[in-house]
């Protein structure tokens, strides 16, 4: 460890006084006493297998523990299916004990070393950790580190009068300093949760809670809060995890006057709990999760000299993907691809569709470069995607819809967004094949750029929209359970069936995982960009290793395009290229490259090496 970097980073977060140093060394304690805990076979991997997340073998899928297998016992016993499609790493949706009652989908966790009873118990936990690892799959669980329930320990203590508890979280005796803040601070959920405080009588006293009243927010401006959560986080490392998803890091530092969104003390943060995990856990992976602009998402990766998380979501995909399929038009895409450069020691998590509905940010500046009206632009992937827009494939449904400022989200499964539902309903042969190329073409995209993909779980079987949550009055007043339905295991059986949904799709992503495993070019590391091929509807992504190198071309139409080869064959001294799908060549001295609708095209020279 470089300690040094470790405590002045402590010490320029806290300042340099004997008390901060007291709370330094009792920080060195518990990395001590982790280190110790630290099973053989962790410290094995923390040896063998430190960037492990970088692999082309890393293929994940998301999923909720009760939704896919009911608890977690049940979940050790799936292990097959993973296996069967090529899964290397799962990525488990909250499931540490929760306050009862409301409880924010998981994310207002009462204890930390504690699972959901609901799902079972932390040996169930461990146990499937342990299952999974002797196939060589991967875990990830949820870490909430800006709030806790107000049933946490230290909440209780808190409301229970004990002072030091109180300085834990973020509280004041009257309204004036909560007012000031409510000046610059934006609210999350203005009709859930209106302001950025709450008054507990019960101690006289206002509390920042960012999310919910019952969701305390930190106060990481102790250097006890920070020192109590590398605790968890240790221990969450110790049972087995291989990577921890930090939730809402943003929002970590408040200060009167801002935001108290992305404040510079966040990546000092970041970069102590990054340097303590090095130390005492190496082969642990952070995974940062950042719904903000692209510019601040990019910065919690940290630098090559100081890196924070080695993993972040690339949250801006998922739009860019269906702005493209809804506008035939991949230029946004091609930009933002091109946008950021990141350190080398990091990667991105790549998906197309997520537990949570979609919110239809984009990078503006490119629109409007593009000759679109932002607002205007932005409107139409509402409608299209809402199901109202006229000759729209999805049927998909609004969320959240705003009638002062016509903003609203969406939610769906992928299988309905791209259009199977009304395919089917409608009973056109075609159009559902339309679809499912889209499907396939959509995890094409992601298994190709930098990074590992992260498939959610039913896509796989093109899941369709499940109406049956409004039949549950627990779940009713809630639309994204649209997309989060249990899974269908009877449904499931279906992908051995040759001819059916469900049996195209899974086999196509099944072979597309077999195929990436096969071939370093995909290594997380491996630089990529897009390359203009002059054809709008066309995406040219661009990957190259060694002498070796990949152009992966994605039309993104349901026409015929054609792009003009020269444009690949000055990258290039070679002349002939195997599709590594379908095994199609391709002589780069001919004038033009054809692609039929929805096709893609994985090309590598003939040379090229597995």
Known sequence: MNELTLHETYLKLYGDTPQTQTHYEELLFIMDRAKKQRKAELKELDVKEKDWYFSEQMIGMTLYVDLFAKDLKNLAKRVNYFLELGITFIHLMPLLKPREGENDGGYAVEDFRRVDPALGTMDDLIEVLDTFRKFNISV?????????????????AALNHDVEAQKMFIMFDTDEIPNLYNQTVPEVLPDKCPGNFTYVSKIGKYVFTSFSDF????????PKVLNGMIDNLLYLANIGVNMIRLDAIPFL??????????LAPIHDLMRVFHLVKEDVCPSLALLGEAIVEPEQIVSYFGSDEALECEVMYNANMMVDIFNSFATRDVRLMGVDLNRFSIPKRATWMNYVRCHDDIGWGFNEEAIAQFGFNPFDHKQ??????????????????????????????????????????????????????EAIRRIVLAHAFIFTHRGFPLIYSGDEIATLNDQSYKKDQAKAAEGRWVHRPFFDWKRSLR??????????VFAKIKQLIEVRKQYPLFDGRTPQFSLDVGNNAVLCVVRKRKDQMLFACFNFSEHHQS?????????????HFVDLIQGRTF????????????????????????
């Open 563 to 575: 792009i003009e080869s020269y444009r690949l064959r000055q990258l290039s001294s070679e002349r």
């Open 495 to 504: 992908r051995k069936k040759m001819g059916t949904v469900e049996y195209q």
């Open 140 to 156: 990830c669980i949820d870490y909430v580190v800006n709030h806790v329930a107000k049933e946490h320990v230290w909440a209780q």
């Open 253 to 262: 530092w408040k200060e009167v006057g801002t935001t108290c969104r992305n």
């Open 215 to 222: 969701q305390w927010d930190l106060n990481f401006q102790n």
């Open 380 to 433: 139409f992937l509402i409608r299209f995607y809402g199901g109202d827009f006229p000759k729209s494939f999805s049927d998909g449904e609004h969320y959240q819809f705003n009638p002062a400022t016509l903003d609203a989200r969406t939610n769906g499964t992928l299988a309905s967004l791209l259009g199977l539902s009304k395919a089917i309903q409608n009973k056109e042969e075609y159009k559902e094949y």
């Open 587 to 610: 002589d780069l001295t001919q004038s033009t490259l054809d692609l039929s609708p929805y096709e893609f095209v994985w090309m590598v020279s003939k040379k090229a090496k597995r």
